[in-house]
C-alpha cells in the first residue's frame, strides 16, 4: 500500500526505532539533539569536575606518601590502604586505633599495622556474618540440587516428546512436519541444556567464592597475624575440645602461660619494629615443641599459651624450660643498627587442668605461678600448687 509509512510497510524498522527510544530514556538522552551552544557549558563544566577530581586524588596520594614517610613504613599494599583508611576516615575502628597509638607513642610501625589490620577484621567477622555466608553456601548448594533435578526432568519430558512424534513417522509418507517438529524440539533441548550448564557453572563459581571467603574468614578470626599463631579465639575452643578429649580418654592435661620478660624495656631501648620480630622469635621457638598434642597460641601483647594433652604439670614443666634455656643462650642482634641485644628471656607458669574444678580455674592458676616466676626473678618456670 503506497499511503502506508515506511514503520508499517517494515516492522523491522518500526522495532529498531522503539528500542532506539528506550536506549536513550534509559540513558537519561533527550530525543532531542543539544546544540553546540548547549554542549560547550556542559563540557567546560565536566572538564572543571574532572580537573578538580585530579587534584584532589593527587593531593591524597601525597598525603599518604607523607604519611608512610613519616613514619618510616614499607611501601607495601597493606601500609598503603591503612594510610589510605586513617586520612579518609574510611574505617573507623582503624582510623580510632591509629589515633590512640600516636597519642601514646607518636609514632606506628610495620608489626603494628600488621597486628591492628588483622584484629580490625577478626573485628568485623560477626557470627551474623558467618551465618549469612554460610545461608548463602546453603542456598546455592540447593539450587545446585534443583537445577539438577531440572535438567533430569527436562530429559525425561524431551524423551516422551520425541518418543510421540516418531511413532507418527511412517514410511513412504509426507514426514516434512513432524520432521520439523523433531528438529524444533531437538532445539529447544539444547538450549535448554546449554542454559543449565551455564547456570551450574555460574553457581559453581559463587560457591567456590563463598567457600573461599568462609576459609578466609575463619583464619582471619582464629590467627595471629603477627605471629602466625591460633588467637585467644582460636585457644578458647581448643581448650573446649583437649579437655573432652582428656577426660573421655582419661589423659593428663596441663596447661602454661609465658611471658617475654621485660618487653617493654625491648620496644622503647630497640623499637617496635624489634620489639615484634622478638615475638616472632619466641613464637617461633614456642611452636617447634607444637604437634596435635602440644597446641601453642598467642594470648595476647607478649604472653603466649601452651596446652599439653598426654603431658602431667611436670612434665610440661620439662618441656617448657627446655624452650626457656634454648631462648637464654641466643645472642639476638637488633637488626636495625647492628648492635647485640640484651639477653632476651621468658617466664612461665604451669598447672594441671585436671586437678582444678573446671578449665578456668586451672586457668587462673598457671597464671598465679607465672606472677610468681616474675616476681622471684624472672627466666624462669614454676609449677602451681594444686592446692590452690
Given amino acids: ?41 556542559q563540557r567546560a563544566r565536566a572538564g572543571s569536575s574532572a580537573s578538580r577530581e585530579v587534584s584532589r586524588r593527587r593531593k591524597l596520594y601525597e598525603d599518604i606518601g607523607d604519611f608512610l614517610f613519616a613514619h618510616d613504613l614499607d611501601l607495601t599494599p597493606l601500609n598503603f590502604s591503612v594510610a589510605l583508611d586513617y586520612l579518609t576516615g574510611a574505617h573507623i575502628g582503624m582510623e580510632k586505633a591509629i589515633r590512640a597509638v600516636l597519642a601514646e607513642r607518636g609514632k606506628i610501625t610495620n608489626g603494628w599495622i600488621e597486628t591492628a589490620a588483622a584484629e580490625q577484621r577478626s573485628d568485623d567477622i560477626t557470627p551474623e556474618a558467618l551465618a549469612s555466608m554460610l545461608d548463602k553456601v546453603e542456598e546455592n548448594l540447593s539450587q545446585f540440587t534443583g ?139 614456642l611452636a617447634k615443641i607444637s604437634d596435635d598434642r602440644c597446641h601453642v597460641a598467642r594470648h595476647g601483647g607478649e604472653e603466649f599459651v601452651m596446652l599439653f594433652r598426654g603431658k602431667t604439670a611436670a612434665e610440661a614443666c620439662e618441656a617448657v624450660d627446655a624452650v626457656r634455656q634454648d631462648l637464654s643462650t641466643r645472642s639476638l642482634v637488633n637488626r636495625t643498627n647492628g648492635e647485640r641485644m640484651e ?31 616474675k616476681e622471684h626473678g624472672r627466666n624462669r618456670v614454676y609449677l602451681a600448687a594444686e592446692t590452690d
Fill in 147 to 285: 537445577l539438577m533435578t531440572e535438567s533430569r526432568n527436562s530429559a525425561k519430558d524431551y524423551g516422551a516428546a520425541l518418543q510421540e512424534e516418531v511413532k507418527g513417522l511412517a514410511a513412504g509418507s509426507d514426514n516434512q512436519p513432524i520432521l520439523s517438529r523433531l528438529v524444533a524440539l531437538t532445539r529447544s533441548m539444547v538450549e535448554k541444556t546449554r542454559q543449565v550448564e551455564n547456570q551450574l557453572r555460574d553457581n559453581q563459581k559463587q560457591t567456590q567464592l563463598l567457600k573461599s571467603n568462609l576459609e578466609s574468614a575463619r583464619r582471619a578470626a582464629e590467627h595471629d597475624h603477627l605471629t602466625g599463631l591460633p588467637n585467644r579465639r582460636a585457644f578458647e575452643s581448643v581448650l573446649r575440645e583437649e579437655v573432652k578429649l582428656a577426660q573421655d580418654e582419661d589423659e593428663a592435661l596441663s596447661v602454661a602461660f609465658c611471658d617475654i620478660d621485660h618487653f617493654k624495656v625491648i620496644n622503647d631501648t630497640h623499637g617496635h619494629d624489634t620489639g615484634d620480630r622478638v615475638l616472632k622469635f619466641v613464637a617461633g621457638l
Fill in 343 to 373: 639477653r632476651v628471656s621468658f617466664s612461665a607458669g604451669v598447672a594441671n587442668m585436671m586437678a582444678y574444678e573446671d578449665p578456668r580455674a586451672a586457668l587462673k592458676a598457671a597464671d598465679r605461678a607465672l606472677y610468681l616466676a
Fill in 1 to 41: 500500500m503506497t499511503g502506508a509509512s515506511s514503520s508499517a510497510a517494515n516492522p523491522q524498522h518500526g522495532l529498531t526505532d522503539r528500542l532506539a527510544r528506550w536506549a536513550r530514556g534509559f540513558s537519561g538522552k533527550s530525543d532531542e539533539i543539544a546544540t553546540e551552544e548547549e554542549e560547550e557549558p
